[in-house]
């Protein structure tokens, strides 16, 4: 069964580094996503991308996280300058055309120290 | 703007015993719904979901959830818990009833099994 795969699993970065969360969607998906999970708290959408542009960005998503799709395969999530409260899991999810569910992947767990 | 409420922070039950996970949703048109459940340090499956049509949705791992529209409500039931069934459990509906559209979380619910 397809499914969505993230790399890498486990991010440790220093405060204010940059860092690229990866991830492969559904090959035949159309519309995909990021969203972040803080410790012990609920899931939350980022950002969602269609046909190469963002379709819709929530207050999280600032200057500081960016998206791409950079060929056409990987959907990557672009911190800048990484802050202590950056340190989340951040799932990234892809649904296709008429689709109603979005497949998660098993998501990345980025730790700011 | 829609949202999700989960009244149970946390719900502890024994092994054998059926289980309730309340879900209560806010949106104005028929919700897409889901059930969502994360084992610790784990990523996020689907339960189960609803769209239209039967308003009883049978999930996976015995799981159900029943959509009552004049209750706003989406609750997950399973007549007999297992102990691997101790996990994160999140309600969720899709923001705006497009296909394309962001999912919507609620807090969870987290579910602890009494051998």
């Known amino acids: 069964e397809p499914e969505v795969t993230q790399t890498p699993s486990h991010q440790v970065t220093q405060m204010g580094q940059e860092v690229i969360l990866r991830c492969v969607p559904i090959?035949?998906?159309?519309?995909f996503y990021w969203y972040r999970q803080i410790l012990g708290q609920k899931v939350e959408f980022l950002v969602s991308?269609?046909?190469?542009?963002?379709?819709?960005k929530s207050e999280i998503f600032d200057d500081q996280f960016s998206v791409e799709r950079p060929d056409g395969s990987n959907f990557t999530l672009k911190i800048r300058s990484t802050k202590l409260e950056d340190s989340a899991m951040y799932f990234c999810?892809?649904?296709?055309?008429?689709?109603?569910?979005?497949?998660f992947g098993p998501g990345t767990r980025l730790t700011v120290t | 703007a829609q949202s999700v409420t989960q009244p149970d922070i946390h719900i502890t039950v024994s092994e054998g015993a059926s289980l309730e996970l309340r879900c209560n949703y806010s949106?104005?048109?028929?919700?897409?719904l889901f059930w969502y459940v994360q084992s610790p340090g784990q990523g996020l499956q689907l339960l189960l979901k609803?769209?239209?049509?039967?308003?009883l949705v049978q999930g996976i791992k015995g799981f159900e959830a029943e959509f009552k529209r004049s209750q706003s409500s989406f609750n997950l039931r399973k007549p007999s818990v297992h102990w691997s069934d101790a996990a994160e459990y999140f309600c969720?509906?899709?923001?705006?009833?497009?296909?394309?559209?962001?999912?919507?979380f609620g807090p969870g619910t987290s579910l602890s099994v009494i051998p």
């Open positions: 999810a892809s649904s296709g055309y008429g689709s109603y569910e979005q497949y």
């Open positions: 090959s035949n998906h159309l519309y």
């Open positions: 991308f269609y046909n190469n542009e963002i379709s819709e």
């Open positions: 949106y104005g048109a028929t919700p897409y």
């Open positions: 609803y769209f239209s049509g039967d308003t």
């Open positions: 969720a509906v899709g923001a705006s009833g497009t296909s394309y559209d962001k999912v919507i």
